[in-house]
């Protein structure tokens, strides 16, 4: 008692010094692929389904998904590891109603004080199949901060993530972008944390550790400036409904390779994306080549990465590279180029989605009530 009460007093005593600020960590898991061979599984790669939905209907697989941290839902709380994706708007966990969620925890409203029934039907197809379950009503405790009266949905369905599910880390998924991609409409849990005044600022950032050993770090309701190096560079929202800025230009060897104008700052994916037909030539223009078993995907001879041409996106006014051996991901002695080609439709695409791998080089601060993302390099 007594020394619980001294903890107590001591973590609000750090609290305080943070003002308010709430650290989560964010852990690295082995990409899917690493999994699958592992498993003596054949290598299935991205879909290239993610954003096949359309305008407002975020359409994830995460087979690609690597990095995640704790949530618990409900009182007494009840644990899982989510991915913290802001490409996506919608709360989900497994429900104690699911019979194909493998080893997952699922979340038994039952054993819970705060659950309020709500039980309109949510569905979301994903490339391979529906994630499917209904809604319902508890406390989302994020980083020890309880958000009351979330909706979200309680999943029984996970045919639609296949192996992704079985094999990943992750339970479920908290998105972070802007309500009106939310499916149902669901209020976002960041936005019921604005909206409930938990936060002293309405931003989150997030630091992507490059390994795995290490954990990386997302804030909520402010920043953490140890981790990055210079100043934040911070770039308007051209919309919101995912995280959406102007791309001025992306260039190799000063030549523009796109002619798309428009990124995403995309947590949920892991690689870099865009049109099919720019990422070809990108590739072949940094020497990759289609992989064979999967020719969304592309292979670059290893011992070339030292010799690699920056990429470098614009945005902002400001320059932001990516050297070679940081868009080459080794992946058991195959050095995979870390782009692929998806075509989102119109009205949302065409664009780029900067995924994990640009963020694990920029501090990436998601500011909700400024409207707008900055970026500074990772220290
Ligand atoms: C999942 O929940 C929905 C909505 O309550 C229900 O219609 C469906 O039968 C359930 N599916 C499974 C597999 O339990
Ligand atoms: C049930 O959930 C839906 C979102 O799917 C929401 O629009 C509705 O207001 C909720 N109903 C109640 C009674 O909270
Ligand atoms: C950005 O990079 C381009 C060449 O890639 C260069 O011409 C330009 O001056 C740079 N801009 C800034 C602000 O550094």
Redesign the pocket.
Known sequence: MRSSLVLFTLLAAVNAGRAGLLRIPIRKMQSLNDIYRENNLQYVGPTGAKYAGGADVPIHDYSNAQYYGPISVGSPPQNFNVIFDTGSSNLWVPSSTCSNCGTHPLYDSSKSSTY?Q?????DIRYGSGPVSGF?S?DVATVGGLSVK?Q?F?EINNTQGLGLAYKLGKFDGILGMAWPTIS????PTVFENMVGQKLLPQPVFAFYLSSDSGTDGEMTIGGIDSTKYTGSLQYVPLTSQDYWTVQLDSFTINGASVTSTTKAILDTGTSLLAGPTDDVKKIASTVGAKPFFLNPKEFTIDCSKVPTLPDLVFTMGGANFTIAGKDYVINSGGTCLFAMTGIDVPAPAGPLWILGDVFIRQYYTVFDWGQKRLGFAPVN
């Open positions: 309020v709500n039980g309109t039907v949510f809604v009503e009266y909706l949905a499916v149902n409409k669901m």
